[in-house]
């Protein structure tokens, strides 16, 4: 109505101007004769009264398009405060965290939603106003390496930070952000927006552990051996060195299954697994086939003395007794050795002929390892 009030008072005037105007136009013009207070009507000029409708009809277009364009801004003034309102109440409310901070290593928050105090655990905003950004980083000297990204890059996104909270509890943050630039092209302040993703990500590894490793044993599966043995012949490549495949397989295992039952079998997997991985060292992989066939990696060996070293550790271990359902068992292990270079390149050479050796093995009494040799395949 403000806007409005001083265009209407306006309008009003020329309003009684033009119906004067037009009155005189048709009318004619009121004369005094000299001498008397007599009024004399003198008729218009046609040119004239042509010209002043003209130009009325011009101001009538001028006033109507002025109430348009105040119409107009009003309209725009109106959806902006909405739109700002509307922002507002969307940062209020949202559990993403959005900010504003200051430039440099440590950076101070010049704004911030509400989500932002809880995600870290902070009751209050005050603690945020007092704190340095670089306090909220699980590695402060992080905070130098984001800073230098944005002031190189002018923004970041879907940057994954190590972050933490009041009390100590570390989290995933992912990070959005873009460098705010005065005038002179200095950047004086972050915008971003910031999610907890800690169990998103917790997820994700989950699923990848679930299509890497065997579900009943936790072990390495095959496509996770494939993808560790590949990178263990390239490096051997290079350097000049030596890889053990050992394809191990348990003897008489279908027995244990037909007298004792699935489960049991299971269970007898499952002590395996652990004794085998208490064997080796960290570089190693022990990798569960299917059924009862598990596949060793031994990256970086010496000599073939090593690998007949792990072998004839892996025999003992496994020939150790076991105790399932109150019940004591008795069960050993064949397995064939294949050795990188001279037994294959390749990762599907290697698992073939180790497999080979262990059935040289099964062959020879079981209970034993087996180099491969070619005359076996």
Same mark, same amino acid.
């Given at each position: 109505?403000?806007?409005?009030?001083?265009?209407?008072?306006?309008?009003?005037?020329?309003?009684?101007?033009?119906?004067?105007?037009?009155?005189?136009?048709?009318? %004619?013009?009121?004369?005094?004769?000299? %001498?008397?207070?007599? *009024?004399?009507?003198?008729?218009?000029?046609?040119?004239?009264?042509?010209?002043?409708?003209?130009?009325?009809?011009?101001?009538?277009?001028?006033?109507?398009?002025?109430?348009?364009?105040?119409?107009?801004?009003?309209?725009? +003034?109106?959806?902006?405060?909405?739109?700002?309102?509307?922002?507002?109440?969307? !940062?209020?409310?949202?559990?993403?965290?959005?900010?504003? $901070?200051?430039?440099?290593? *440590?950076?101070?928050?010049?704004?911030?939603?509400?989500?932002?105090?809880?995600?870290?655990?902070?009751?209050?905003?005050?603690?945020?106003?007092?704190?340095?950004? @670089?306090?909220?980083?699980?590695?402060?000297?992080?905070?130098?390496?984001?800073?230098?990204?944005?002031?190189?890059?002018?923004?970041?996104?879907?940057?994954? =930070?190590? =972050?933490?909270?009041?009390?100590?509890?570390?989290?995933? %943050?992912?990070?959005?952000?873009?460098?705010?630039?005065?005038?002179?092209? /200095?950047?004086?302040?972050? /915008?971003? #927006?910031?999610?907890?993703?800690?169990?998103?990500?917790?997820?994700?590894?989950?699923?990848?552990?679930?299509?890497?490793?065997?579900?009943?044993?936790?072990?390495?599966?095959?496509?996770?051996?494939?993808?560790?043995?590949? &990178?263990?012949?390239?490096?051997? +490549?290079?350097?000049?060195?030596?890889?053990?495949?050992?394809?191990?397989?348990?003897?008489?295992?279908?027995?244990?299954?037909?007298?004792?039952?699935?489960?049991?079998?299971?269970?007898?997997?499952?002590?395996?697994?652990?004794?085998?991985?208490? #064997?080796?060292?960290?570089?190693?992989?022990?990798?569960?086939?299917?059924?009862?066939?598990?596949?060793?990696?031994?990256?970086?060996?010496?000599?073939? @003395?090593?690998?007949?070293?792990? !072998? $004839?550790? &892996?025999?003992?271990?496994?020939?150790?007794?076991?105790?399932?359902?109150?019940?004591?068992?008795?069960?050993?292990?064949?397995?064939?050795?294949?050795?990188?270079?001279?037994?294959?390149?390749?990762?599907?050479? =290697?698992?073939?002929?180790?497999?080979?050796?262990?059935?040289?093995?099964?062959?020879?009494?079981?209970?034993?390892?087996? =180099?491969?040799?070619?005359?076996?395949?």
């Amino acid at each position: 109505m403000k806007n409005k009030r001083p265009l209407n008072i306006i309008l009003i005037g020329i309003g009684l101007a033009v119906a004067y105007w037009i009155l005189e136009s048709l009318l %004619g013009t009121f004369v005094f004769k000299t %001498g008397s207070f007599t *009024k004399e009507l003198i008729p218009a000029d046609p040119y004239l009264i042509w010209t002043r409708l003209i130009v009325i009809g011009l101001i009538i277009i001028f006033g109507i398009y002025a109430q348009y364009i105040v119409n107009k801004q009003k309209q725009t +003034e109106e959806a902006l405060r909405e739109s700002e309102e509307e922002y507002r109440t969307l !940062a209020e409310n949202i559990n993403v965290g959005v900010y504003r $901070n200051t430039v440099g290593t *440590k950076g101070k928050f010049i704004e911030f939603n509400p989500a932002m105090v809880r995600m870290f655990g902070y009751k209050n905003k005050e603690d945020f106003y007092n704190m340095n950004v @670089a306090d909220l980083y699980l590695h402060p000297e992080d905070r130098k390496t984001f800073n230098a990204k944005m002031l190189r890059d002018g923004f970041v996104s879907n940057e994954e =930070l190590q =972050l933490k909270k009041k009390d100590g509890t570390p989290f995933v %943050g992912s990070v959005s952000a873009v460098a705010v630039k005065d005038e002179n092209g /200095d950047v004086k302040h972050y /915008d971003g #927006i910031i999610e907890d993703i800690t169990e998103r990500k917790r997820m994700e590894e989950q699923l990848i552990h679930m299509a890497t490793h065997d579900r009943l044993t936790g072990l390495p599966n095959r496509e996770l051996l494939s993808d560790r043995l590949s &990178v263990a012949i390239a490096y051997a +490549e290079r350097y000049s060195q030596k890889i053990a495949v050992m394809m191990l397989d348990l003897d008489y295992f279908k027995e244990v299954n037909d007298s004792m039952g699935h489960g049991a079998g299971d269970m007898l997997l499952k002590i395996i697994s652990e004794r085998l991985t208490k #064997i080796l060292r960290k570089s190693d992989t022990i990798a569960r086939m299917g059924g009862d066939e598990f596949i060793l990696l031994l990256p970086e060996i010496i000599s073939i @003395a090593n690998a007949t070293t792990i !072998a $004839n550790k &892996v025999l003992k271990a496994i020939g150790e007794p076991y105790e399932i359902e109150d019940r004591k068992l008795h069960i050993t292990i064949s397995i064939g050795i294949a050795i990188y270079p001279k037994d294959g390149q390749d990762i599907e050479m =290697l698992i073939r002929n180790a497999d080979y050796a262990m059935y040289s093995a099964k062959n020879k009494g079981r209970n034993n390892y087996q =180099l491969y040799t070619p005359t076996r395949s």
